[in-house]
């Protein structure tokens, strides 16, 4: 059970390149999600998805795209990145039942420079 | 909009001291807080989550406490040691997908 796996570890792209964050889980979540942590601060949520074929925005979802066509997988797109995209970014999961015991459970995470 | 906070930023204190981690949060309507850990440059470890419905949560040495009507969350970490040097996370969740979270307060445990 290797649960929320991210890839790349690192990823130094220029200004105005293109790529894919993958994420996925083998825990059978419903819920997945994307965020966003800068130097200093908290998570922020990018984006997130309920199911397959379900997404929808969180917080800060500009100059981000994602798709969910399967239960374990959630890629996050970056297109025509800028240096305010610099940030590391964390992939997680949790279960799709409502509930106060649901807890979410966190990727590695994926450091992502653009100069 | 749910605002956390934590305070103090940074914590540093010598080895055997008990640790006390505080988390404020705005809107009580919540359905749930999370404690995490991260150590530099990795992802984020659950610690304790504490139910709308609870009081507090304990593990190890680990003791979480939640007031909501006051919009507070205490973590307490007791007789410190070097490993427990890392920055902890304090996260609210406000309904069925969205987590609010502090910036963390980074801890420092001197041998």
């Known amino acids: 059970n290797a649960g929320v796996t991210q890839t790349p570890k690192f990823r130094i792209l220029k200004i105005g390149q293109s790529m894919t964050l993958q994420c996925a889980q083998d825990?059978?979540?419903?819920?997945m999600y994307w965020y966003r942590q800068d130097p200093g601060m908290g998570l922020k949520l990018i984006y997130y998805?309920?199911?397959?074929?379900?997404?929808d925005k969180g917080e800060v979802p500009n100059g981000y795209n994602v798709s969910r066509s399967t239960t374990e997988d959630f890629p996050l797109r970056l297109e025509l990145a800028a240096p305010s995209q610099t940030s590391v970014y964390f992939c997680?999961?949790?279960?799709?039942?409502?509930?106060?015991?649901?807890?979410?459970?966190f990727g590695p995470g994926t450091r992502l420079t653009v100069t | 909009k749910q605002e956390v906070t934590q305070i103090p930023a940074a914590l540093s204190v010598p080895e055997g001291e008990n640790l006390v981690l505080n988390c404020s949060f705005t809107?009580?309507?919540?359905?749930?807080l999370q404690w995490f850990r991260q150590d530099p440059g990795k992802g984020l470890t659950s610690l304790l989550l504490?139910?709308?419905?609870?009081r507090e949560q304990t593990s190890g040495r680990l003791n979480a406490s939640l007031d909501k009507s006051s919009g507070r969350s205490t973590l307490y970490i007791a007789a410190s040691q070097p490993g427990d040097s890392a920055t902890y996370l304090c996260?609210?969740?406000?309904?069925?997908?969205?987590?609010?979270f502090g910036a963390g307060t980074t801890v420092t445990v001197r041998a």
């Open positions: 997680a999961s949790s279960r799709g039942t409502s509930g106060s015991g649901v807890e979410q459970y």
């Open positions: 825990m059978n979540h419903n819920y």
């Open positions: 998805s309920v199911g397959a074929g379900i997404t």
């Open positions: 809107d009580s309507a919540i359905y749930n």
């Open positions: 504490i139910q709308s419905s609870q």
């Open positions: 996260a609210v969740r406000t309904n069925d997908y969205k987590l609010s």
